[in-house]
Antibody, heavy 125, light 112 residues
């Protein structure tokens, strides 16, 4: 079945760029009508949507981070990626990649029906 | 942004008893065009990612036990666990997906 797995450095220095990749296995990232997203969760806190992407490259970003966030897709590798620039300690979190839902008629629905296991990224010098 | 407020922050329920979690949105998430409430519920166990339980406020995801049910409309929603099992110990989150940025409640911790 479809699985998502995050990968990337677990430690990033302040002011640098956080880079993570989500690898989709067991299915194609190019499946029509599925959007793929990033969500983060600071330790002991709640969930925050960061942004998402379609296989064509169409993106939506949370305005809270829009100036620092870039999400991209590589369909040849069945991966999508997150870059968050100028990080601070406040960006320390578990970062999840996830898939948005889709209706039976193929229309995207913006809940998250499949999640990766998450990866902890700590921002510290 | 729509603010999602859950209550209580935590609750302790005996095994076999009912657990009720509330979620209130700062604006309606009911669509007048299709009469759907754009509200989902997730369960997150320690060290695990969230798991989708319910969408459209009351539709159970495939494989979710029927002791989990969702109700409500507009701005006020409820997740009910009819008979709490030990494996239901978790934090539960609501999420609106009506307008971007999609937002989550702060979570409700359910304990035995």
């Amino acid at each position: 079945q479809l699985q998502l797995e995050e990968s990337g450095p677990g430690l990033v220095k302040p002011s640098e760029t956080l880079s993570l990749t989500c690898t989709v296995s067991g299915g194609s990232i190019s499946s029509r009508s599925y959007y793929w997203g990033w969500i983060r969760q600071p330790p002991g806190k709640g969930l925050e949507w960061i942004g998402n992407i379609y296989y064509s490259g169409n993106t939506y970003y949370n305005p809270s981070h829009k100036s620092r966030v870039t999400i991209s897709v590589d369909t040849s590798k069945n991966q999508f990626s997150l870059k968050l620039s100028s990080v601070t300690a406040a960006d320390t979190a578990v970062y999840y990649c996830a898939r948005h839902g889709r209706s039976s008629s193929g229309i995207p629905i913006w809940y998250f029906d499949l999640w990766g296991r998450g990866t902890l990224v700590t921002v510290s010098s | 942004d729509i603010v999602m407020a859950q209550s209580p922050d935590s609750l302790a329920v005996s095994l076999g008893e009912r657990a009720t979690i509330n979620c209130k949105s700062s604006q309606s998430v009911l669509s007048s065009s299709n009469n759907n409430n754009y509200l989902a519920w997730y369960q997150q166990k320690p060290g695990q990612p969230p798991k989708l339980l319910i969408y459209w406020a009351s539709t159970r995801e495939s494989g979710v036990p029927d002791r989990f049910s969702g109700s409500g409309s507009g701005t006020d929603f409820t997740l009910t666990i009819s008979s709490l099992q030990a494996e239901d110990v978790a934090v539960y989150y609501c999420q609106e997906y009506y307008v971007t940025p999609w937002t989550f409640g702060q979570g409700t911790k359910v304990e035995i």
